[in-house]
């Protein structure tokens, strides 16, 4: 079997050298709390204290988004997309702005993608959570997801049901078995939203990468892309504003027979998609960012070059093979 990447070699490296001399410095901050992975911002500051002011307030900001977008937990005072999903069927939920906006992304997306990245497949994905929890608390009983369970999960994704009523601001799943999972999107869009007023900063959201302006000398910040099998460095993008995002097979996944079972799911057939170990995806939004890696992952490379064409966005492919792919145009550039 092919080497898999350890969870925290999965996110893409930056390569920064120190700060400059005589001007501001480079500081770096790092937290565990945010999306389930981690998190590293870099920026340019004055002192430590200015920037640990500065990079607290994009944490602070990110857990907000953290907990609107979460589906396993409820927070006092918050109706979140947990609430959301628990209201499946019985009633509109009011919610954040934000989770509106979000939602109204992932729709656009939805439709863009022709539905390979939908965000209310979640009656799918939690079968294949289940499963990968389970396998990896007890790797000895590891098991797929029941057959018939995937079957019947599949009559309930469709994205055009979910009813989002901007006026009022809610949200409602008039399928009681549907449910919402915005993971493959949520990383990439709420990055891009804490970033927006930021100058000279990097962040790193479990490999969602995202660039709000140069360095302080006006470079750009070089983001290395890592070979899926042997970890080392395929490609280094230059970015000033604009994102790089990973999707990949080793990321999050579970063995059953010696057979690798990953995280993100082909909506056609409720499986694993098998077309790529990684798709790694340049975008001056993170959101779209984020959802296109994940929608190239299910894709094919014609189906996938057709969509960063309308995004104006490019990307790089690994195969099964080990072989690498450019988009048409690439440069590596943002
Ligand atoms: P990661 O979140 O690990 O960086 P992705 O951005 O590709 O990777 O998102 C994968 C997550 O999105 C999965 O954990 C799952 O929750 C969800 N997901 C998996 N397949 C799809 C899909 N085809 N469409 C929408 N969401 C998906
Ligand atoms: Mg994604």
Known sequence: ????????????????????????????????????????????????ADFTVRAQAIHDQLLEYH????IYHDYEGIANLKTVNDSA???????????????LVCKALYAGSGGAVNAAM?????????????????????????????EEALAHIDFDAV???????????????QRLDVGAVAKGYAAAQVTKD????????????CTAGPKADGS?????????????????????????????????????????YHHIIDPSTGWPARNWQSVTVLCADSGVADALSTALFVLDQGEGEALLA?????????????????????????
């Open 198 to 209: 930021e100058e000279t900063l990097i962040l790193n959201l479990g490999g969602n990468v």
């Open 89 to 103: 069927g019985i009633a509109p939920v009011e919610v954040d702005r934000r989770i509106i906006d979000l939602l």
């Open 122 to 150: 979640g009656s799918v994905l939690s079968l294949w959570h289940e499963a990968r929890e389970a396998a990896l608390a007890d790797p000895e009983n590891a098991a797929l997801p029941d057959g018939a369970a995937l």
């Open 220 to 260: 750009p910040w070089v983001v290395a892309v890592p070979d899926p099998d042997s970890g080392e460095t395929l490609d280094e993008l230059s970015l000033t504003r604009g994102a790089a995002v990973t999707s990949g097979d080793y990321q999050r996944y579970f063995t059953v027979d010696g057979e690798i």
């Open 67 to 70: 907990q609107l977008y979460d």
């Open 163 to 177: 009813v989002i009523d901007e006026a009022a601001s809610t949200v409602f799943l008039p399928d009681p078995d």
């Open 1 to 48: 079997m092919r080497r898999r990447l350890g969870a925290l070699a999965l996110a893409l490296l930056c390569l920064l050298p120190a700060g400059c001399a005589g001007g501001p410095k480079q500081y770096e901050a790092t937290y565990w709390d945010l999306f389930d992975t981690v998190t590293v911002i870099k920026g340019y500051a004055d002192s430590e």
């Open 310 to 334: 309308e995004y104006g966005a490019q990307a790089i492919w690994v195969d099964q093979e080990g072989t690498v792919l450019r988009s048409a145009g690439f440069t590596g550039t943002l």
